[in-house]
């Protein structure tokens, strides 16, 4: 028995020996896993035994840990120190409220419900720290119910395979440098309701899948690069976003207090929200593909006068498009198809239009759907094979004419004060539900009548106002019952059409450099297009069957078309469309002799600034760029010149060596594309950097020299036979 306690004894021994030795080789990690760790408001971190040495204000870590630490102490800097701070799927790595002033590094947070979570909390820094495989967010930077959560930094983070990666709300004025944020579900986003919600300052070394972050504050005039992979826009105007390809984040492009953007051809895939409009107007999304985003375009706070129009706008999870607090935008000729809901306008969007979409297979809820939203009108849609049509939920007066509503479960619900006329509604499971309101108006009385239903059974053997006169009119006999309360005086025999074409163009809205020619094209949902008209500049009225389409040849930034169609059953497109603001600039800059800096002799490593003269007269200079070369060299070095005062632009060449000879020239560029070069070969552009001896002087200088030296030397002979 004895042996064997020894024994027994021993081999404890040998075991923790072994741990012990193997542990120090291994350099195995101490890990907690026993709760959440607190660094108090006093400094003290609870529990004590946690893996976290303190040195006054500085937390480093001593191992990993398994557990989510709350910050309750400003001012503090916590050092991972390369190791893991890991969750179980819940929670947050590290949560801050209303704390203000701390730095997180070198940490990697994984596992969590949020990653990092800034609540209320300001100038805090999160350095390069891996945050990953957290359930909800990476980053989450907002405000709850505090002052502000403003002025924070994240430099060098690498933030992966989150769900969100890094979300900003009601948050502003946060730096971000070298962040890579890539593999999220969605990558970057940021909302809020201010204009100061949005200023941020996110630069281009940020990325989302590898491809630049373009959060652009202030700017007008220019376009997107075509590299991409977020857009952010805000209180900037007359930028132009085509061409790109924009997915996997909270918003493909987001607009705050921004008007006059041009969003074209565009591929935004796999977004939360595909277009994000915040109190933006005057801007135009046209003929861009905004499919598999849980919402395809979102127009908020205040945004007016947008126009969304031929767009494919597809399998969205929520809704196609959504306007909320939105109004006097334009919805036209898109293609709605396969989302959640189609259309909806929410809490007092009103003097909308929604005209010429097709707007079918929506699953879930609604083909278009109004709430608290009035004074909108609904024309020529296409509606057909939703769950149900058209919902109009307290939104009078409304106006619905010429749409096709079709196959769906239920065509329109809705009540009380809209006027609903010139429909078809054809093989709804149910045509119409009132919920028991009444003064619906369903026609426009006679003889324009109302609208055609595929269930109703009534006969045509009279006509006028009452159908008391011998002879068919292509209106039944007797009214189409609703309900009790609601009925249509005057329903059409077949399908009715008294809608208007509806003809859109492919303006760009951008300067040309050439004659150029604006595309119109025209759709009608009944006997087809006659012909699409339109007047340039005011001129004469033309016809694209007889003279082409619309060509501009005038050149200057204020060219106008009036354009509208005409169907084959007389239908006039009233009020005709006109387009302002049409640009064309087929003139070259000129750019006047320049002047140099010093204008004579050029010494070694003396810089020489050029200045000229550079005027635009129509489209305006955008930029001018000089050009030098040494030596008559073939490679040019590019100096962009500054634009000072009134039309003078100004640049420096470095100062070069002796005997150099540099040769400059001007290019200059306007906002059409139009650019004239001053190709270098006129005398003024060339000059020579001079020795600072110049080789004529030195054969006269050395025989001086020689001279001076040969009378000093006989005065000293003379000297010495003096003294002699």
Same mark, same amino acid.
């Given at each position: 028995?004895?042996?064997?306690?020894?024994?027994?004894?021993?081999?404890?021994?040998?075991?923790?020996?072994?741990?012990?030795?193997?542990?120090?080789?291994?350099? $195995?990690?101490?890990?907690? @896993?026993?709760?959440?760790?607190?660094?108090?408001?006093?400094?003290?971190?609870? &529990?004590?035994?946690?893996?976290?040495?303190?040195?006054?204000?500085?937390?480093?870590?001593?191992?990993?840990?398994?557990?989510?630490?709350?910050?309750?102490?400003?001012?503090?800097?916590?050092?991972?120190?390369?190791?893991?701070?890991?969750?179980? @799927? #819940?929670?947050?790595?590290?949560?801050?409220?209303?704390?203000?002033?701390?730095?997180?590094?070198?940490?990697?947070?994984?596992?969590?419900?949020?990653?990092?979570?800034?609540?209320?909390?300001?100038?805090?820094?999160?350095?390069?720290?891996?945050?990953?495989?957290?359930?909800?967010?990476?980053?989450? $930077?907002?405000?709850?119910?505090?002052?502000?959560?403003?002025?924070? #930094?994240?430099?060098?983070?690498?933030?992966?395979?989150?769900? /969100?990666?890094?979300?900003?709300?009601?948050?502003?004025?946060?730096?971000?440098?070298?962040?890579?944020?890539?593999?999220?579900?969605?990558?970057?986003?940021?909302?809020?309701?201010?204009?100061?919600?949005?200023?941020?300052?996110?630069?281009?070394?940020?990325?989302?899948?590898?491809?630049?972050?373009?959060?652009?504050?202030?700017?007008?005039?220019?376009?997107?690069?075509?590299?991409?992979?977020?857009?952010?826009? *805000?209180?900037?105007?007359?930028?132009?976003?085509?061409?790109?390809?924009?997915?996997?984040?909270?918003?493909?492009?987001?607009?705050?207090?921004?008007?006059?953007?041009?969003?074209?051809?565009?591929?935004?895939?796999?977004?939360?929200?595909?277009?994000?409009? /915040?109190?933006?107007?005057?801007?135009?999304?046209?003929?861009?593909?905004?499919?598999?985003?849980?919402?395809?375009?979102?127009?908020?706070?205040?945004?007016?006068?947008?126009?969304?129009?031929?767009?494919?706008?597809?399998?969205?999870?929520?809704?196609?498009?959504? +306007?909320?607090?939105?109004?006097?935008?334009?919805?036209?000729?898109?293609?709605?198809?396969?989302? @959640?809901?189609?259309?909806?306008?929410?809490?007092?969007?009103?003097?909308?239009?929604?005209?010429?979409?097709?707007?079918?297979?929506?699953?879930?809820?609604?083909?278009?759907?109004?709430?608290?939203?009035?004074?909108?009108?609904?024309?020529?849609?296409?509606?057909?094979?939703?769950?149900?049509? %058209?919902?109009?939920?307290?939104?009078?007066?409304?106006?619905?004419?010429?749409?096709?509503?079709?196959?769906?479960?239920?065509?329109?619900?809705?009540?009380?004060?809209?006027?609903?006329?010139?429909?078809?509604?054809?093989?709804?499971?149910?045509?119409?539900?009132?919920?028991?309101?009444?003064?619906?108006?369903?026609?426009?009385?006679? &003889?324009?009548?109302?609208?055609?239903?595929?269930?109703?059974?009534?006969?045509?053997?009279?006509?006028?106002?009452?159908?008391?006169?011998?002879?068919?009119?292509?209106?039944?006999?007797?009214?189409?019952?609703?309900?009790?309360?609601?009925?249509?005086?005057?329903?059409?025999?077949?399908?009715?059409?008294?809608?208007?074409?509806?003809?859109?163009?492919?303006?760009?809205?951008?300067?040309?450099?050439?004659?150029?020619?604006?595309?119109?094209?025209?759709? =009608?949902?009944?006997?087809?297009?006659?012909?699409?008209?339109?007047?340039?500049?005011?001129?004469?009225?033309?016809?694209?069957?007889?003279?082409?389409?619309?060509?501009?040849?005038?050149?200057?930034?204020?060219?106008? +078309?009036? /354009?509208?169609?005409?169907?084959?059953?007389?239908?006039?497109?009233?009020?005709?469309?006109?387009?302002?603001?049409?640009?064309?600039?087929?003139?070259?800059?000129?750019?006047?002799?320049?002047?140099?800096?010093? =204008?004579?002799?050029?010494?070694?490593?003396?810089?020489?600034?050029?200045?000229?003269?550079?005027?635009?007269?129509?489209?305006?200079?955008?930029?001018?760029?000089?050009?030098?070369?040494?030596?008559?060299?073939?490679?040019?070095?590019?100096?962009?010149?500054?634009? #000072?005062?009134?039309?003078?632009?100004?640049?420096?060449? &470095?100062?070069?060596?002796?005997? #150099?000879? *540099?040769?400059?020239?001007?290019?200059?560029? =306007?906002?059409?594309?139009?650019?004239?070069?001053?190709?270098?070969?006129?005398?003024?552009?060339?000059?020579?950097?001079?020795?600072?001896?110049?080789?004529? +002087?030195?054969?006269?200088?050395?025989?001086?020299?020689?001279?001076?030296?040969?009378?000093?030397?006989?005065?000293?002979?003379?000297?010495?036979?003096?003294? %002699?």
């Amino acid at each position: 028995m004895g042996r064997r306690r020894r024994g027994l004894v021993s081999g404890v021994w040998v075991l923790l020996l072994f741990v012990a030795v193997f542990g120090v080789v291994l350099n $195995v990690p101490v890990v907690w @896993g026993s709760g959440t760790i607190y660094i108090r408001a006093d400094g003290s971190i609870d &529990p004590p035994t946690a893996p976290i040495q303190r040195n006054g204000d500085i937390y480093t870590f001593t191992g990993n840990i398994y557990d989510q630490i709350v910050v309750q102490r400003s001012n503090i800097v916590i050092n991972g120190d390369g190791y893991t701070l890991q969750g179980s @799927g #819940t929670g947050n790595g590290f949560y801050l409220r209303a704390i203000n002033n701390v730095t997180i590094k070198n940490t990697n947070i994984k596992g969590f419900g949020y990653g990092v979570d800034l609540a209320d909390s300001s100038d805090n820094t999160l350095l390069e720290n891996n945050i990953t495989d957290n359930t909800e967010m990476g980053v989450q $930077v907002w405000l709850q119910v505090g002052d502000s959560s403003d002025n924070n #930094t994240l430099f060098g983070n690498t933030i992966t395979n989150n769900w /969100y990666g890094v979300y900003l709300f009601l948050s502003s004025n946060n730096l971000f440098r070298n962040n890579s944020i890539v593999g999220n579900r969605y990558n970057f986003g940021v909302s809020g309701y201010r204009l100061s919600d949005f200023i941020q300052d996110v630069d281009t070394s940020n990325t989302v899948d590898g491809k630049p972050v373009y959060y652009w504050i202030n700017r007008q005039g220019m376009q997107v690069p075509l590299d991409a992979g977020f857009v952010a826009l *805000v209180n900037s105007t007359s930028i132009t976003v085509t061409g790109l390809d924009l997915k996997n984040n909270y918003q493909g492009i987001v607009l705050a207090y921004t008007t006059d953007l041009q969003i074209t051809n565009n591929t935004i895939t796999n977004n939360l929200i595909g277009v994000d409009l /915040y109190n933006s107007s005057y801007n135009s999304i046209s003929e861009n593909n905004i499919t598999n985003n849980d919402h395809g375009v979102l127009l908020r706070w205040y945004s007016k006068n947008n126009t969304i129009s031929k767009n494919t706008i597809a399998i969205a999870n929520e809704w196609g498009i959504y +306007l909320n607090e939105a109004s006097y935008n334009t919805i036209s000729a898109n293609i709605i198809t396969e989302n @959640g809901n189609g259309v909806g306008l929410s809490m007092y969007s009103t003097n909308n239009t929604i005209s010429g979409n097709n707007i079918t297979d929506n699953y879930d809820n609604y083909g278009l759907y109004l709430y608290y939203s009035s004074n909108n009108t609904v024309y020529g849609n296409n509606v057909k094979n939703n769950n149900n049509g %058209i919902m109009l939920w307290s939104s009078a007066p409304s106006y619905l004419f010429g749409n096709t509503i079709a196959n769906n479960y239920y065509g329109l619900i809705g009540w009380s004060n809209n006027k609903i006329y010139h429909n078809n509604f054809i093989n709804n499971t149910h045509q119409v539900d009132t919920l028991g309101g009444s003064g619906i108006v369903w026609d426009d009385g006679y &003889p324009s009548c109302g609208n055609y239903w595929s269930n109703y059974v009534g006969q045509d053997s009279y006509s006028g106002m009452y159908q008391n006169v011998t002879g068919s009119d292509g209106i039944g006999d007797t009214p189409y019952d609703i309900d009790a309360n609601n009925r249509d005086r005057y329903p059409f025999m077949s399908p009715y059409e008294t809608v208007a074409p509806l003809t859109v163009d492919d303006h760009d809205g951008i300067w040309h450099n050439n004659d150029f020619t604006i595309t119109l094209r025209a759709t =009608d949902i009944g006997s087809g297009v006659a012909e699409v008209y339109y007047k340039i500049d005011n001129g004469p009225t033309k016809t694209v069957s007889t003279d082409g389409q619309p060509l501009i040849t005038t050149e200057g930034a204020n060219n106008t +078309l009036e /354009y509208w169609s005409v169907d084959k059953a007389g239908n006039e497109e009233l009020p005709h469309k006109i387009l302002t603001g049409i640009k064309l600039d087929k003139t070259y800059p000129s750019i006047e002799t320049p002047s140099r800096t010093p =204008d004579g002799d050029v010494q070694p490593d003396q810089s020489v600034k050029v200045s000229v003269n550079v005027t635009d007269a129509t489209s305006n200079v955008k930029n001018v760029t000089l050009s030098y070369t040494i030596n008559d060299g073939e490679t040019w070095t590019d100096l962009p010149m500054n634009h #000072t005062t009134s039309n003078l632009y100004e640049a420096t060449i &470095p100062p070069q060596q002796a005997d #150099t000879t *540099v040769k400059f020239k001007i290019t200059a560029y =306007d906002h059409a594309g139009n650019n004239t070069t001053l190709d270098g070969t006129q005398p003024y552009c060339t000059y020579q950097v001079i020795p600072e001896f110049p080789p004529s +002087l030195i054969l006269p200088l050395f025989i001086i020299t020689t001279l001076l030296a040969a009378i000093c030397f006989r005065r000293k002979q003379k000297t010495t036979l003096k003294i %002699i």
